[in-house]
């Protein structure tokens, strides 16, 4: 079992910057593969990126890719999202989540993931 508590969203104007993370309480953080999907008004959860327990692979949506990175420390059970040149398209809630898994595989879909936080909004405006 594990609890995931995001923090970092915020209003920020486009081309700006934010830092997302997720602090997971519980033991084993290192066997959970961990994953951001967000949600903004009107449209299902999507995914945004995804990481291995040994952080030796990542995974990212098309449109993300080359200004979201993904990273975790398992000594502080938290998974960051940096995200850099924002867009309003970007605009949502953000969602982290964690996979338990025994191989350092990645998981794109929602299905895959047993714990979810709360989530934490972030408005990227024009």
């Known amino acids: 079992q594990v609890q995931l508590e995001e923090s970092g969203g915020g209003l920020v104007q486009a081309g700006g910057s934010l830092r997302l993370a997720c602090v997971a309480s519980?033991?084993?953080?290192?066997?959970?593969?961990m994953g951001w999907f967000r949600q903004s008004a009107g449209r299902e959860r999507e995914f945004v990126a995804a990481?291995?327990?040994?952080?030796?692979?990542?995974q990212y949506k098309d449109s993300v890719k080359g200004r979201f990175t993904i990273s975790r420390d398992n000594a502080a059970n938290t998974v960051y999202l940096q995200m850099n040149n924002l867009k309003p398209a970007d605009t949502a809630v953000y969602y982290c989540?964690?996979?338990?898994?025994?191989?350092?595989?990645?998981?794109?879909?929602?299905?895959?993931?047993?714990?979810w936080g709360q989530g934490t909004q972030v408005t990227v405006s024009s």
């Open positions: 990481i291995s327990t040994s952080a030796g692979a990542t």
């Open positions: 989540a964690a996979d338990f898994s025994l191989w350092d595989t990645i998981t794109t879909t929602e299905a895959g993931y047993e714990f």
């Open positions: 519980g033991s084993a953080f290192s066997l959970y593969g």
